[in-house]
């Protein structure tokens, strides 16, 4: 069985409660495949983390943890305070020796392409996948300049097929409609413009999965203080999913 994190800034925590209801459950992740925050909460799982763990280090973090502002290009920011971040709690880690297989996907700004991940530091490799256009300055890995996997492939349930999943279940948590308005920061309005962007995308990956979770959720992106709401959310809407999910799996 295998996971597809999806994309969608700090709604992304619901992939932590989507996993608690799933190891509650007994429920098997062989894979997993992230874009974007579900490269870090998949990351981070694949790891070896504990979904408490998970939940304790992910979230309380802010934005000031894992960015911090270049000169004189003020409008750019580092990402290597997010490389740091992950060090801190997974170690230097590679990904082709994670307990739980994994990928994660970014997109190559050279070319438009998708890049797949899955060998290298793990920790670069959720730096690359999480680095939002114009906010953030590509990451230089694999030879390549990479940015947010989300302009690509914002729900990774290809990838994750791809890794062998005979099961795929995708959690999409992105929105289904737009507030005119509702964007309040810089970063609000890049993510909103990368959700529009990634609708029709997200359509044609989800033909890809057997199971579809999205949580309820708001429209705020980029603050973690909803943090809570949104694990419950994830929790809820895969408690809903769990007789589907066996059946898919008795079924294979």
Request: proline fraction near 5%; glycine fraction near 8%.
């Amino acid at each position: 069985m295998g996971l597809a994190l999806g994309s969608g800034a700090a709604r992304g925590m619901a992939h932590l409660g989507v996993l608690n209801i799933l190891e509650q459950e007994g429920i098997p992740i062989d894979m997993i495949a992230g874009t974007s925050v579900g490269s870090m909460v998949g990351g981070a799982y694949a790891a070896g983390m504990s979904v408490k763990e998970c939940m304790k280090v992910l979230s309380t973090i802010s934005w000031g943890q894992l960015v911090r502002p270049t000169f004189p290009m003020r409008s750019l920011v580092h990402n290597a305070p997010i490389i740091s971040f992950i060090e801190k709690h997974v170690g230097k880690r590679l990904i082709e020796e994670l307990p739980i297989p994994f990928g994660a996907i970014a997109s190559d700004v050279s070319t438009g392409e998708a890049h797949i991940m899955r060998t290298g530091s793990l920790a670069h490799a959720i730096a690359a996948s999480t680095a939002v256009p114009v906010a953030m300055r590509p990451v230089n890995y694999q030879g390549k300049h990479l940015a947010d996997g989300a302009i690509v492939h914002p729900v990774p349930a290809a990838l994750v097929r791809s890794m062998g999943a005979d099961i795929v279940i995708a959690v999409n948590v992105c929105p289904e409609s737009f507030t005119k308005g509702a964007a309040r920061h810089l970063i609000d309005s890049l993510m909103n413009t990368i959700d529009i962007m990634s609708a029709k995308l997200i359509k044609e990956e989800l033909q890809l999965a057997d199971v579809i979770l999205r949580p309820d959720l708001g429209f705020n992106q980029i603050s973690f203080k909803d943090a809570d709401d949104y694990i419950a959310a994830g929790e809820v809407v895969t408690r809903e999913a769990i007789t589907q999910i066996r059946q898919k799996i008795a079924a294979s």
